[in-house]
C-alpha cells in the first residue's frame, strides 16, 4: 500500500542522517555508513523498514508448494537474455552483409578479406581474453538501452528489485548502476557490468571465517535472485540475472552443499523473494522512478520508507 507521507520534523532529520550516508559510502566506509542505518533501524521517525520485512519460515518446499504460490521457477531460474541475442545476432548479420558489400564495391581481393577476418577475429579473442567480454558486452548494452524502452525499463526494474530486497532484509545498498556505460565511467573498468553492490563486509568476515553462516546466507540468497523474481512478476519471465544465479549456486558449492541442500535454500529464498515483492509492487514503481533519474542511496532509501505502511512491512 502506498501511502503520501507529509514533511515532518523527523523525516528532515531522517534525510540529514541519509544525506551523511551518501558522503561516507562515496567515502567507501561502508562501517560508518552501516553504523549510520543501523543507529536511525527501528526508531520513531528512523528507518522502519530496514530488516523489517516479514518472511515466509526456512524450510524444505517442494515445487508443488510454490505453483500452489503462482510461481513457475522453469521461467525464473532459467533466464536467457532474448533481447541482447537479437541485437548480437543482427550485428553478425549486419557485419556479414557489410563485408561481402565492400568486397563488391571496392573489388577487395580473397586474400584481403582473409586478412580483414582474422583482424576482426583477432579483436575479438583480444576482448574476450583482456577484458571477460567487456567491450562486447558494454556494446551491446549500449545499444539494447538504446533501442529497446523494454531492455531499458526491464534492467532498471532487475536492479530496484536487488535494492528492495537487501534494504528490506537488513543489507545496506552501497551503489548502483543501471548500464554498462556508467559502471565504466564509475570505476574504469570494462570488467564490471550494470548491478547493485551491497555493505557485505559482514557476510565476507563469516565466510573466511568459517563462522555461523546462515541468518546471512539467507538474506544474500534472496537479494541474488531479487532481480530476476522482479523480472519475473513483471514480465510472466526473467531474461535478465543468470550471473545471479550461477553466483548463488557457485557459493553454496563453495560451502558445501550438497545438491539437496542446495536446492532447498534455492527454493525457499524464491518463495520468500517473491512473496515480499509481491507486498511491495507499488514502492517498486517509486524505487524504480527514483533510480531512472539516478537517485543517490540515500535517496532512494528515503523513497522506500516514505512509500510502505508499517502493517505491510
Known amino acids: 500500500m502506498i501511502r503520501a507521507v507529509a514533511p515532518s520534523g523527523s523525516n528532515v532529520s ?7 550516508l551518501d558522503v561516507e559510502l562515496k567515502k567507501g566506509n561502508d562501517r560508518a555508513a552501516l553504523s549510520l542505518v543501523r543507529d536511525l533501524q527501528g526508531k520513531p521517525g528512523g528507518l522502519r523498514c530496514f530488516g523489517a520485512a516479514r518472511q515466509v519460515p526456512q524450510r524444505l518446499y517442494t515445487l508443488d508448494e510454490l505453483k500452489l504460490n503462482g510461481i513457475n521457477t522453469s521461467s525464473f531460474l532459467s533466464p536467457v537474455d532474448a533481447t541482447l541475442g537479437s541485437i548480437e545476432r543482427n550485428l553478425q548479420f549486419a557485419a556479414v552483409l557489410g563485408g561481402f558489400s565492400a568486397w563488391v564495391v571496392f573489388g ?3 586474400l584481403q578479406v582473409l586478412f580483414i577476418s582474422l583482424g ?3 579483436l575479438w579473442s583480444l576482448d574476450l581474453v583482456s577484458f571477460n567480454g567487456g567491450v562486447s558486452n558494454l556494446l551491446l548494452d549500449t545499444i539494447g538501452h538504446t533501442s529497446s524502452q523494454k531492455y531499458h525499463d526491464r534492467v532498471i526494474h532487475h536492479e530496484a528489485g536487488h535494492f528492495l530486497i537487501a534494504f528490506l532484509l537488513g543489507v545496506l545498498p552501497k551503489d548502483y548502476t543501471l548500464t554498462s556505460l556508467e559502471a565504466l565511467r564509475k570505476t ?3 570488467n ?15 565466510v573466511s571465517m ?10 544474500f540468497s534472496c537479494i541474488a535472485l531479487a532481480g530476476v523474481a522482479t523480472e519475473y512478476l513483471l514480465y510472466g519471465y526473467a531474461e535478465g540475472g543468470l550471473a545471479d544465479i550461477n553466483q548463488l549456486d557457485n557459493l553454496l558449492k563453495r560451502l558445501g552443499f550438497t545438491q539437496k541442500k542446495a536446492d532447498s535454500q534455492v527454493r525457499w529464498a524464491v518463495l520468500n ?6 507486498r511491495h509492487r507499488g514502492v517498486i514503481s517509486k524505487l524504480v522512478k527514483a533510480m531512472a533519474e539516478g537517485r543517490s542511496v540515500g535517496l532512494c532509501i528515503s523513497t522506500i520508507e516514505d512509500c510502505i505502511d508499517d502493517v505491510d512491512i
Open 188 to 190: 574504469g573498468s570494462l
Open 108 to 110: 577487395f581481393t580473397q
Open 120 to 122: 576482426l577475429l583477432f
Open 14 to 20: 531522517r534525510l540529514k542522517v541519509l544525506e551523511q
Open 210 to 219: 568459517k563462522k555461523r553462516i546462515l541468518q546471512m546466507l539467507d538474506k
Open 192 to 206: 564490471v557490468q550494470a548491478g547493485t553492490s551491497f555493505v557485505d563486509f559482514e557476510f565476507l568476515e563469516e
Open 273 to 278: 523473494t517473491i512473496l515480499i515483492l509481491r
